[in-house]
């Protein structure tokens, strides 16, 4: 039966019981939510205005940076299409919920309150305002299981911001760790690079954010060197998340808005 | 027959709280502590209520757990259905047990069910630590007192078996 899992032929069984499941994950996440929503509810006036004005600032500041990127995009469209390269690639989010569940303490897995009757699709990819988190590995009609990019089973092609060098980042297990693979030990990485996906797989769109280097260790009996990478999502802070699909070539993107006309 | 029924009802109630004990979330340095609820409940049904409970219902359950965990089908079913078996071909001997006596057999399945889990992650190439072999077996016999006397209360509350 492990093996038959193994071909994907059980994954309708699995969608079922997940429904079934659900109503549990629910019962679980509930009161947590509801201890949210409370100390939301009474959270004094005072600190409230405050978080107001700060949003409000943060909202100025985005605004001014969205109309440069307008303006950028524009741009490169033009200088994309002098050139005749391959069109841009538009993308459309979603804005999902996490449940708090734990799940199997060995593996990295999240649930989220989106299925298949929201249009999630196995191979989205996952993430939140700081970068990429993971990606949707089961569907049910109402929730979804995405693996995290430190599961020890993940791994993500990434690309070096700094000097375009192209690897990938495979999870270790700890919550906050990713490693380079296959890494020479001349090759060009020092510590504090920001690495973003490079698209390449083909299951994340290029661009978003991985994370940042902490370490590098080369070693003269080894081949590899051994490369330690801090994720740059909040992994296990954060409450909401964006599904992004997976990029496809879209003719209507030609205004920004189009951009997050899906996000709830 | 409608003792029958309740006596299916309470049953399944357990299981379900069980269930939803196992996703609770914990902080991160608790996660290799957590009590191994499904397979304490499954025990003491299977020795409470042999007629009731068995394989096929540590199976069941079994699969479930794998779809809240979001393991490999069939992982937790294997390792429940095989503590089923055990707690249920030993019913008689460990009923008559005292209770801390009850409590190291209850040691010693979690650690069958344990060591089945973490082999088949070994398996799948996932990294385990080798504390996890004892922690969760550790503290679901320390909470096996109290696990009997509430579901103790349960089955005669309910009249089952």
């Keep these: 039966m492990t093996v038959d899992h193994r071909a994907q032929h059980l994954e309708s069984l699995r969608s079922v019981l997940s429904t079934l499941v659900y109503p549990i994950q629910i019962a679980v996440d509930l009161p947590i939510q509801a201890g949210n929503w409370l100390a939301e509810y009474f959270s004094s006036r005072h600190r409230l205005i405050a978080e107001n004005a700060r949003l409000r600032e943060n909202q100025f500041l985005l605004d001014t940076r969205l109309e440069k990127l307008a303006d950028l995009e524009a741009e490169n469209r033009r200088l994309r299409s002098l050139l005749d390269s391959s069109a841009k690639v538009g993308e459309r989010v979603l804005v999902a919920e996490l449940l708090s569940v734990d799940m199997d303490p060995y593996s990295r897995r999240i649930v989220l309150n989106k299925g298949s009757r929201d249009g999630v699709e196995v191979g989205q990819s996952l993430i939140d305002s700081n970068g990429v988190m993971g990606q949707v590995v089961h569907v049910a009609p109402f929730s979804s299981n995405a693996l995290l990019i430190t599961d020890p089973g993940h791994a993500l092609p990434v690309q070096n911001h700094r000097s375009g060098l192209r690897s990938l980042a495979v999870g270790t297990g700890p919550v906050n760790q990713l490693e380079l693979a296959h890494l020479p030990n001349n090759a060009d990485v020092r510590i504090g690079d920001v690495l973003v996906t490079s698209g390449l797989g083909g299951r994340f769109p290029a661009g978003y954010p991985v994370g940042r280097i902490v370490g590098i260790e080369r070693n003269r009996g080894r081949p590899f060197a051994t490369v330690t990478v801090q994720p740059s999502a909040r992994l296990e802070r954060n409450r909401e998340v964006l599904l992004v699909w997976p990029s496809q070539l879209t003719e209507e993107s030609d205004t920004l808005p189009a951009y997050v006309e899906d996000a709830e | ?161």
């Design chain 2, 1 to 161: 027959m409608s003792a029958v029924r309740s006596g299916y009802t309470a049953i399944v109630l357990s299981f379900v709280v069980a269930l939803m004990l196992t996703a609770l979330p914990m902080p991160a340095w608790a996660a290799l502590w957590r009590p191994a609820w499904v397979a304490l409940v499954l025990i003491y049904w299977c020795m409470a209520a042999p007629t009731y409970t068995g394989v096929v219902m540590g199976w069941t359950l079994g699969l479930f757990l794998d779809v809240l965990a979001g393991t490999l089908l069939g992982q937790h079913a294997l390792a429940l259905a095989i503590v089923a078996f055990v707690a249920h071909r030993f019913h008689r001997q460990v009923r008559v047990f005292p209770i801390w006596q009850q409590g190291v057999s209850v040691f010693g399945l979690v650690f069958l069910y344990q060591a089945l889990i973490l082999w088949i992650t070994g398996i799948q190439g996932m990294p385990i630590l080798a504390a996890a072999y004892w922690s969760s077996p550790l503290v679901s016999m320390l909470l096996w007192p109290w696990v009997f006397i509430v579901l103790r209360d349960v089955r005669r509350r309910y009249r089952v078996a």
